[in-house]
């Protein structure tokens, strides 16, 4: 089994599982009867009246729709927060030191148990905001799967693989690439020993590459090189039941089905998860003398509604080289 | 006594009650004398420096001046909220029950101790936020009035009419209409019997008419069907006293005065109450396959700051003609 | 030989011959040496400076650099011109009798030698304009392409197919489907028999997907629904030379080189030549009463820089249901 | 007969001759039938997909429809011209010397054949441009009417009352007071000796008051004070025939037909012809020291694409106190 | 000592302490050595991808990196506070009763301990909001130093003068003067007896002078006016420590260092602190009737995303001639 | 005699010669009586209303005002020209040979007399286009100046200084410098010996520093280095007659006057001539691997209406280190 993915940041994708050609309905999206008598559903990433380069929706055409679960309730499990006043403010710099994993031995902790917030600011129910989790965990999910209510997970494996498989397909993601895994989209995490990284949320905004300015119409994170799973299904009944878990309001809740909900057989649209290897990323840099500001290291920037101003950016480090002249080698100081 | 309205959202309306014949000042705002002695008063609706089509005021002319009152106090009627961690957050579909009316016989409620919060987000300090209320009440509002500091209603009456009386005049609304009130002004509500309706409130934004796109220059919603009260006052001294009662921050305050509010002779601008019957929306739709996103029935929309994205929509689900060809009869399975 | 397309409009795609796989670089633009000693090229469709929604340009890889060709000279062929004070002006509306288009035993004439000029206004070097133009033909361009320095070409077969080599592939464009081949793309065309339609060509903007405002993520022209071409190439050398056309300034120009422009091997970007049936154009149209304006069935639209206001619109009138109550049966008259 | 104006500067208003109550459809514009048997017609002001601050159009129901007419043919009288390069260009300041009348017993001249260009730039083909005209005449239309296919009017009457006939109804214009007839109105004008002013015409965006910044919701021009005529028609047979006069692409054309084209009975909608009294422009000025620039006297801007950049502004001098200290009394020395 | 200043709101500045001519780098801002084996430093007022207009930042060469003191500790003085749900809303007007200094005999109070927060809105973490704080002291700051970490500060002296020592140059301000210090300069305060004034603090915007529109290129606060520090350092040594202080989030902390943080030989930029002088303000206001909004008396503006609206304005009421003709005297009521 | 700079493009800057101390009037622009009876005269850039961004404007107090001339006549030197049909177009690639320049023994040629047209596109009245001059010279301009009426002249000297005496002062530009000269400001040019340059002329549009959107705050053209001329004058009555030429709508046009226009005693202001060293372009590049668009040189845009389409960008090639790898050589082939 070998994972395909299609390329292209923010396109409008199509895609089938080879299994059931023709699964996709031609020149509409609504038909009487769609093909294998599958059930269309629209998945909304934006506001329906987004003018067009920020309008996102998503197709998908499944077994079963996935409004067929019991009601949700309260599930705890995680260190999920998104209340800011719990600590004390601090000014000075801070570094994190690593976050032990436990051993699988001693404790099972799959993506979703092991999960930690750090920090953040603003609310999801303002559509206005960001928080930095951790995760750590040892166990893959089991029958179980996640969506975020709240906002987009950037997620940066920092030890181990992770395997995620979504409502669009699978889609591997080892240390040095990153995810996207945004609003409303289920998927369930594998993983092969203990496992650790980052997520940066953001609530209200999605991640865009940021424009270029004079850079011109190549450079830093190419569109071409962003990767989309492929549609991926599968037909099966969960005796014990499959528990979907929603982080709603900072908070997670649960609701019992009796299938999986992996179960999109065919789907086109432009709102989908992907991923990115950072060795791809054309670094771009002073070339005579004196630094630029770190801004030039921008991946993905998810805007504010002040022009230039971003709710948060991702911003790396890549290896370079460093040939200004006459300059101080260290970056700067800077406040 | 029928009452007359005027046509035309967003116009620069004049109006005098007929008593008071060249009661607005001509070619002027703020004579030295008014005609009839009356005092100018300006009710802003948005910044000064708003630009035209978002810059909103009214000129008042009136008995005695708006100010002339008490100090507001603290005023327990009512349930109204917009501390919305109140509740636990719930991530289920809700559907509200119908709220049961007391019986006039056992309980007098009227238009302001009927109010009922249901949920909200954002907060009118900060400009920005929606809430949903409910009102309840079988009798009418005595020697008191009510506006609101926070923002505007828009006011949906589900079972009986709702006769207003404004700072503006008189205006009726039976159960297919809605009504807009916005911040700020002055209103007396009479019912006649049991009734109960709905209200949306916007924090930091008007009401508007969408933007049609393709739509062209008609449809939805037509800007002629809006409709305008005329200028009516009363000269009322209330010995027993009359009670302004303001929402403010989400709470009431209320103040005592000897005289009726709605003492406007004339007034002229174009920030005002308006309603408009929802009959009169003109439908597009979907008429050859697929369905259209409910976006389509949108009657009035405040904007937020992202484009596209609405603080809060106002949506309907009129009477239409079905004609879509090949395709699914009930409207898409929607997350 | 079956053709192929991508779907998406504006996407990203990839594409490669197949008999070439891995032609395309990976994860760069310009490799020291690329697979196969292929050429890159950027052919730009935009400033580079322009925002990611406008920014528009292609990667080709090529067996020789399209700047092999000897100088351009002059042209006389085909009957185009944008000096359009060479009519007198007439305000009465008109309407075009259908062109005559020559039998192919009398005269040979092919897409470029058929090409005639309607009208227009405004011009290529102030980058702000369009023009109307007609084609008739009965043969096929042997041995020459064409490009349009000027401006994008929307072109709409009324009889005959046409089949269209490009850069970028082929692409079979029939009556009751259109095409646009933009700036800068060479392309010849193959018919077979009598041939006519019509150009819509605008300068300084390309076409867009109007924003749909209250119809909301879907309708009208679906993006899904635009298709391109895949990558085909021929390695062919042409003793008697092969002739490039460029229309430059309103006017044919025409250069010899010894090899065919059709050898692009890969390529991938978001600037391409695309093709779209009208039948897969969604209608929405007024479902209770009224009509709706004619921008109601745009499928493509050229942008001037006022908000709103088109430089040009591609609208059509499509099959549909008509079920407005009480209303005029024919369109409104309109000025 | 006294005339009647409605006000407020692009209201959505709505008029009938009270000849014909119920006139005007309600609830929607294009019933089966009108009443009294009218044509509905809609008039656009701008293109249909324009956001609602700039879309403009009226419905007009009238007797016969305005298509009625023999074909357009060029028309000789008058002088205009938009060939700008006719005269050599002239750097020095210029004034232009009052011009003469003839006397009505020499030779009879009305508004049409008293018109004379005076300068311009840009122009009408390109929806970009401004023109300068004089008109001078002794004489009323009599049974022929004129409208601008190629922009608006602003008439400024020097000398003479000028009393226009449009479809929209009557309306007097005197010196001191300005009016604007937009592109498409039909107007006739009727004058009571001999009468001299000017035209300013703009091709490609109308008139509009201009954002105010901090001067705050009033002053200036106020939207009040601008006048809308009140429909008014007549239904005559001309058995002579009627001339509709066309200025279309700098040219003059006219068109035969025998009924009266002023047969609107009822309207609505928010492109009128307006007209507005310069002494209820509210100025605003310096009050401390220094003189401010003349754009504080802005009646009216035709806006170009650049923020804070007019196509035309119509800017007057009109009585006010000087009251700045320490300021030299003529404003300053300018280039 | 003679202070002296550059003048020129938001200009790109340059500055050295004449004792080290030359300290300014040619040519680069990052050299391997700087001139005086000083420290560069970028000081940033701005998101790095910020639009040139809004794009703020300033280079400082110092003797030592601002970096080098030990970490903060929470530090209790002064009386700040940015949550306002403290105390109850009240929708009656306030006017604040003048504070009372405490006499230097019986305690010594500099411009820390001094802070009182009034009122306020919205929370710096969010970037969107302001408060309004008084100070009180009789006692210059003594080896101490603030910076606030929150956003900006509008300082206006009521009684008693400041003599302000900042990072880029002393500035003394006195009553009728205003002067701001931006988020993140550190600044001591000298005083000379009894001193008092207000504090406006805005979240997430910086002042700006706000765009005129009709008014022209010249008026109200003119950018001539703004004056600038000049660059000057002490090379100090401060054995008991020096106390840096942040607010943050609303509160204090602090760090120490062993000298002083005025240690800063040249700089250059264009975020820098500045004053004005209130009687330079260019009064503009109606000269023939009525009055005014009073935002024609905006001296400093802090914009907010909605277009015309402000976070905060700083509005002045200057001496000025008052010449309407029939105005009612006082301005008009207005709510 | 050191010539002096102010440095800081855009700068509300002010200069006084230093021979006349206090020449500048505080506080305002208009006194009664200006410092040395000197005439206070205001330059203007940009239209009167554009927002704070592009609003240019400068004051300047001189000893006669600039009106004092005799009135204009054509005037025949040079080669300028701006009709763009004067020549067939001509799709090729175009490098231009070097011009002659005549010896000054053979024939005196000053900056005037050596202007000639290469190419352009759209006109000046209009506002919208750019030209390419050269210019050949080997004699200094004697009694005379230019101003050109229609746009900003960008200088590029390509052989031979240029010492620029302006209304702001004096000004030397060598190879490898850039000088801009804006639309109305009088200059002349001194040479010394055999000069020879190119001049890019806008129409409409100034020259700005691009936005640099991920660069940053920091790089390409600094503003800190651009140079602006100190206040110079010369009280110079010319007994054989001043010559002021203009270039209006593309020709030269000369009046005379009895006095030297560099009679600015001081100025202040935001619209001044200023130069660029452009060795002090910080360099950006690709610092991995593939190339950048050639916009990352650009040192000053022209912007057009269009976001992110230039009027005109002045792009350099400077020297940098190329450090990419695996990349092929040259930059790519481009289209």
């Known amino acids: 089994f ?20 023709g699964a996709l309905p031609e020149g509409q999206n609504n038909p009487q009867v769609c093909p294998y008598g599958l059930y269309a559903e629209q ?11 920020t309008n996102k929706r998503s197709w998908l055409y499944r077994i079963l729709p996935s409004v067929c679960h019991k009601p ?52 999801p129910r303002g559509r206005n905001g960001l928080a930095v989790h951790v995760f750590v965990c040892n166990a893959s999910m089991l029958d179980r799967c996640l969506y975020n209510s709240d906002g987009d997970f950037l997620i940066v494996p920092q030890q181990g693989k992770l395997l995620f498989t979504t409502e669009f397909g ?8 990153i995810c996207v895994i945004q609003q409303g989209m289920r998927f369930s995490v594998e993983v092969f020993g203990e496992t650790r990284g980052y997520i940066l949320e953001v609530y209200g905004a999605h991640f ?51 299938f999986s909900p ?12 992907y991923k990115y290897h950072l060795e791809k990323f054309m670094v771009i840099n002073s070339v005579a003398f004196d630094h630029a500001d770190p801004s030039i290291f921008t991946v ?18 890549p290896p370079r080289w460093g040939v200004a002249n006459n300059t101080f080698r260290p970056p700067y100081y800077h406040r």
């Open 2 to 21: 070998i994972l395909q993915y299609m390329s292209g940041f923010g396109n409008e994708h199509v895609s089938e599982d080879p299994r059931c050609p």
């Open 43 to 53: 998945l909304s990433g934006s506001a329906f009246t987004c003018p067009r380069p």
């Open 72 to 123: 949700f309730k309260p599930f705890e499990e995680g260190h999920l927060t998104h209340n800011w006043d719990e600590v004390e403010p601090d000014p000075n710099q801070l570094r994190w030191k690593p976050f032990e994993i436990p051993k699988a031995s001693q404790k099972k902790m799959d993506f979703v148990s092991g999960l930690h917030t750090l920090c953040g600011a603003g609310e």
């Open 170 to 177: 699978k889609m591997l993601v080892e240390p040095n690439e």
């Open 208 to 258: 865009e590459l940021p424009d270029l300015g004079p850079i011109g119409a190549n450079g830093l994170a190419n569109p071409r090189d962003f990767l989309v799973p492929v549609a991926w299904y599968e037909d099966r009944q969960v005796a014990g039941g499959y528990t979907v878990i929603s982080k709603y309001q900072g908070k997670l809740f649960a609701a019992q089905q009796d």
């Open 262 to 273: 992996f179960n999109v057989v065919a789907w086109h649209g432009n709102y989908t998860p």
């Open 300 to 317: 993905l920037t998810a805007k504010s509604t002040r022009p230039g101003v971003a709710l948060a950016d991702f911003v790396i480090f």
